[in-house]
Structure formats: C-alpha cells, structure tokens
C-alpha cells in the first residue's frame, strides 16, 4: 500500500540523548516536510525537503536537523533532546507545490 | 504577519449541518486547504480551493473568498464519525503553508 511510513510510533527518551525519528515514503513524491503538532499550536514545520539533495528551515528548525540522501527518506534528528521537544512528529509528502499533503501516522515523542 | 483563524471548538447534533468558518491574512494566495484530523491520527485532505466559490463533495463543501480572505467549510448531515479536528491551512506566494490551529467539531447524538 502505498503511503508514508514513520517509525518508531512512540518512544519515551531522556533528556540530552539523541534520537533520529524514520520516515520513508513511496509515492515517488519530490517534496518532504516535518512537522511538529502541540495542543492548541496547530501544524508547525520544522525542516523540508523539496528534491532530493536539498533542505530547508522551517518555522521551528533550532535543536533539529534532517538529510535528504534519496527521493524517498527524509530522516530528522534530534542531536540533544530537551523537554520542550516532547511533541507529535508528523512526516508529509507531496508532490506539486499545490498538492494535498500525505501525512505518516506520527511519532509521539516524550522527552523526560 | 501571517495569520488564520478558526473556532477553537464547535457542537453540533448528529443529523445537523455545521460551517466551520477560516479567516486568513497572508503574503499572497495559491490556494486554500482543508484537513480532518480524528485524535491520535494523522491530518487527511478534505478539500482545495484556489478560485472563488463553492467546491461540493459529498456531504462536505468548502466555500471561498479571496476578497475576503474567508473560506467556510460546509459538513451536512452529520455522523458521529465527523468528530474530529478541522484544520485550514493556505499556501502562500512562496507556496508554503499556513496552518491554523484546527476546530475541534463535537458531534452529539
């Protein structure tokens, strides 16, 4: 089926650890975000990706980074968690500039 | 700035029709988007608009104004399963997008 897959689902992680959430899509799509969703905050981007070989800052990049190596991953990693990380992760794909989002089904991420 | 605005929460009645209604000022306009987004899952595509008007799907229509920088999304005949969140996010001159902080739509029976 095809579709955008992330991983892990959840993980609880300690402060200061680092941690290196997985999304991998198959649509061929060119363009990847993350985005981080807090209550009452909506949707905020933190990196993406319009092609392979390429990234970009997003509204909240600081404590965050990702690589672009092929089409299809677009990993984000957190070099040293903090508490203020605690949030859900949602990876997106599309494929034009004004096409829908394909949304994973999110990484619920506590960071104690 | 750029910014939308959408109800925090609404109520409707199972059988009922509810409008969602989204404001938005931004550095230009390529389009509008809709989302449902049932808790603890993740957004789906409800609905797009770039031109002024109503786009009809079903049970669910969503209306723009570009003028106004308004859109309204229409939910008719309402089941318990339309409860969700509803987010409205517009993609800007620089095609990138602009969320709101979603609706949270309470169906009671």
């Known amino acids: 089926i095809a579709g955008i897959t992330q991983a892990p689902t959840s993980q609880i992680l300690a402060a200061g650890r680092r941690m290196t959430l997985r999304c991998t899509q198959d649509?061929?799509?060119?363009?990847m975000y993350w985005y981080r969703q807090d209550l009452g905050l909506g949707l905020r981007l933190i990196h993406y990706?319009?092609?392979?070989?390429?990234?970009g800052k997003g509204e909240v990049p600081d404590g965050y980074s990702v690589s672009r190596a092929n089409t299809d991953d677009f990993p984000l990693t957190l070099a040293s968690a903090v508490p203020s990380q605690t949030s859900v992760y949602f990876c997106?794909?599309?494929?034009?500039?004004?096409?829908?989002?394909?949304f994973g089904n999110g990484t619920r991420l506590t960071v104690t | 700035g750029q910014n939308i605005d959408q109800p925090t929460e609404m109520t409707a009645t199972e059988g009922a029709i509810v409008q969602i209604n989204c404001t938005y000022q931004t550095s230009g306009f390529n389009g509008l988007f809709w989302y449902q987004q049932h808790a603890g899952e993740a957004p789906t595509f409800l609905s797009y608009?770039?031109l002024d008007g109503l786009e009809e799907k079903g049970r669910f229509s969503s209306f723009l104004s570009r003028s106004k920088g308004y859109s309204y999304l229409l939910l008719k005949e309402l089941q318990m399963k339309d409860s969700a969140s509803y987010l409205c996010?517009?993609?800007?001159?620089?095609?990138?997008?602009?969320w709101g902080a979603g609706t949270k739509l309470i169906i009671k029976p």
């Open positions: 608009n770039v």
């Open positions: 997106a794909s599309s494929d034009r500039d004004n096409s829908p989002l394909h």
């Open positions: 990706s319009n092609t392979a070989g390429t990234t």
């Open positions: 996010a517009v993609l800007d001159s620089n095609y990138q997008l602009i």
């Open positions: 649509m061929r799509h060119n363009a």
